[in-house]
């Protein structure tokens, strides 16, 4: 039995190769391949999977960068979690998907009705009655979309995409933070995918036209207008500038003004009308301008003989704006600052010789006066015309600086400028270590620039 199954088996193996040869060879017949079509292939996320993203790495290396990820990696798996995606491995740079896509396409239907009647022989022009109408349809199509893969990642939203393309659900994040510290982020990537897109601002320094140069030698105060033009006072040729966005200069005041020579521009502000105020120094004024017309709007007073009057506020330094448009002047005589109305009344907003070797002043939306002494080490909210108190410093020398910490447990080191941006944060620099300081709202200290030396 088992004999005669072989033998059958053996014949119909035969035959059919027989079939095949003859079908080959006789019909000449060639098979063709269908041409394969794109198939729908969307990108399935698996949410128990882990990818590691590199996220601001600085100025480390690619070996580096390899270790730290190596690191990472054996330390989840060591805690046992085995869904995780080796972040050394091949990872391609580009994947190609295709998507169905909801595409939108308008037609217009018209329909022009118009009466013929053959048995009238007389000349008429009707206007025919026309009817239009939009038929709108809405469609998918297979369509074929590229994702690629950004390995110099700036955000979390930036891995969040990087790992959609690998197919995983979750993310840690490493980089390299503002205070030189590995900084770890664990999130799902629909936290971001979902959201809005994430801005960055980075400092970079701004290169300006050859001829301006030339001229702008030592500037000494900088603002900037609603247009965007920056506005230098220079200390070179004693004249104030307008720098546009091309970093072309061009002069806004020069030589004689209302009469008197610019003697050492010093502060420069611009308010919302356009009104750019400018505090000349040596001539105990400041002055403002708006288009053509200039106009002194603080200025000494003087005997008969032409003399100073004493008693007054000498030396016009820096000039700032309050919310209302009020303009605030610090004179550094004798550390005090005055206080312009928008109606041009002037009043005293911190009476002399309290705080001595006052720098800078700065206003915050809140109509708050702030000053700044690097004789003290400290910067002060002004509470009254007498009264100060700390805000951010200490008169405690360190030679570390310390961040997240109350602003006035840490040690600034000759802070001269301060300033305020659109959240009420303050900016403190600080000459002694080349940092710029913030304060936020809860008054906690961090070093976003000039990073040496800080815990």
């Not at 609603?226 to 104030?240: H, K, P, R, Y």
């Not at 312009?340 to 001595?356: K, M, N, R, T, Y």
Request: charged share 25%.
């Amino acid at each position: 039995v088992a004999l005669t199954q072989s033998v059958e088996d053996l014949n119909t193996k035969y035959a059919i190769e027989i079939a095949d040869a003859t079908v080959d060879t006789v019909g000449n017949v060639e098979q063709t391949v269908e041409e394969e079509k794109p198939q729908i292939n969307k990108l399935i996320i698996d949410e128990t999977y882990i990818s590691i993203q590199p996220v601001n790495r600085g100025a480390i290396k690619p070996m580096e960068v390899e270790i730290i990820n190596a690191l990472l990696y054996d330390e989840i798996i060591r805690l046992g979690l085995a869904n995780v995606m080796d972040p050394n491995r091949f990872i391609p740079d580009s994947v190609k998907v295709y998507d169905l896509i909801e595409k939108v396409r308008i037609e217009s239907d018209t329909l022009i009705s118009t009466v013929e009647n053959k048995s009238d022989t007389s000349i008429t022009k009707n206007k025919p009655d026309t009817l239009i109408t939009l038929d709108t349809l809405i469609y998918e199509e297979l369509g074929e979309k590229v994702l690629y893969y950004n390995p110099n990642c700036k955000s979390d939203s930036c891995a969040a995409e990087n790992a959609r393309m690998e197919g995983v659900g979750q993310v840690l994040s490493w980089g390299i933070n503002e205070y030189s510290e590995l900084e770890l982020h664990f999130f799902r990537i629909s936290d971001h995918l979902n959201k809005g897109p994430l801005w960055l601002w980075t400092i970079s320094p701004v290169l300006l036209d050859p001829d301006a140069v030339e001229t702008l030698r030592y500037p000494e105060a900088m603002a900037v207008d609603n247009n965007g033009t920056l506005l230098v006072t220079a200390a070179n040729d004693q004249s104030v500038y307008r720098v546009n966005r091309f970093q072309q200069a061009s002069i806004l005041a020069s030589d004689i003004v209302r009469g008197d020579s610019l003697l050492h521009p010093s502060g420069v502000a611009v308010g919302r009308d356009g009104t750019v105020y400018v505090s000349d120094r040596d001539n105990h004024r400041v002055f403002s301008i708006k288009g053509g017309d200039v106009r002194n709007v603080l200025f000494p007073e003087v005997n008969n003989d032409g003399s100073l009057k004493q008693g007054q506020p000498l030396y016009p330094t820096k000039v700032k704006l309050g919310p209302n448009g009020d303009l605030y002047v610090l004179y550094e005589d004798n550390d005090s600052v005055v206080k312009l109305s928008a109606s041009g009344e002037a009043s005293i907003a911190f009476q002399p010789d309290i705080v001595h070797g006052i720098r800078d002043i700065a206003v915050n939306s809140k109509d708050d006066l702030f000053i700044v002494s690097p004789v003290s080490n400290i910067v002060y909210r002004v509470t009254d015309e007498s009264t100060a108190i700390p805000f951010a410093g200490t008169a405690q020398y360190s030679d570390i600086v310390m961040n997240d910490v109350n602003a006035t447990d840490s040690y600034l080191g000759s802070p001269f400028a301060i300033d305020f941006d659109s959240a009420d944060q303050l900016y403190i620099a600080v000459e002694r270590y080349g940092l710029i300081r913030k304060v936020d709202t809860l008054g906690v200290i961090t070093t976003p620039l000039g990073l040496t030396n800080t815990i």
